[in-house]
């Protein structure tokens, strides 16, 4: 019988959080409705991927050795979003323009569009919400450039990589993001 209760508890434990898909949103008292998600999407880890493209790490990116476009348009990688939103704001379509126009002229480029969230939600909440951020962007370089979707691809990491430590809005601003990480 001993045996048998570590067992029981962990078959309860596994199936109460696969059944608390539905979680309040922690706020800081601006919006806090009920947020649900399925879960489907999953994280990818540190490394890189599949496509051999790295993450960018730190927001921004550096430039520097990767295979994306220099000066400029290569220091700006970053797309912000407004709280429990995936709309791309009217501001960052022109430098959503720009990266497609040079991801079509480079056809042999492979990016990664990373999705972010801060992190008031639950994890799955926040999956879900960077994966649709990231879909975003990826819909929106295809209208503005006609970049070949077959070399964009999407991950959300929701709230786990955090661009900036803390718990104030502008903390929270610089975290709803989607980085264009270039790579071969």
Request: charged share 25%.
């Amino acid at each position: 019988m001993k045996k048998l209760l570590p067992l029981a508890v962990a078959v309860i434990a596994v199936a109460l959080t696969a059944g608390c898909a539905s979680k309040r949103v922690k706020t800081d008292g601006a919006e806090g409705d009920t947020l649900a998600s399925s879960g489907a999407t999953t994280m990818a880890d540190d490394s890189a991927d599949a496509s051999g493209i790295e993450s960018a790490g730190s927001v921004g990116g550096d430039a520097a050795g990767s295979a994306g476009p220099g000066g400029e348009l290569g220091n700006r990688r970053v797309i912000y979003f407004a709280f429990d939103s995936d709309s791309i704001r009217a501001e960052d379509q022109t430098l959503i323009a720009q990266h497609a126009q040079w991801i079509a002229t480079h056809p042999g480029v492979r990016v990664r569009l990373e999705g972010h969230t801060d992190e008031r939600g639950t994890r799955e909440y926040n999956i879900g919400l960077g994966e649709r951020r990231a879909q975003a962007v990826r819909r929106a370089l295809a209208l503005h450039g006609g970049a070949a979707l077959q070399q964009v691809s999407t991950v959300s990491f929701g709230e786990e990589r955090p661009a900036v430590a803390g718990e104030s809005e502008d903390a929270f601003g610089l975290n709803r993001r989607v980085e264009i990480v270039y790579g071969n």
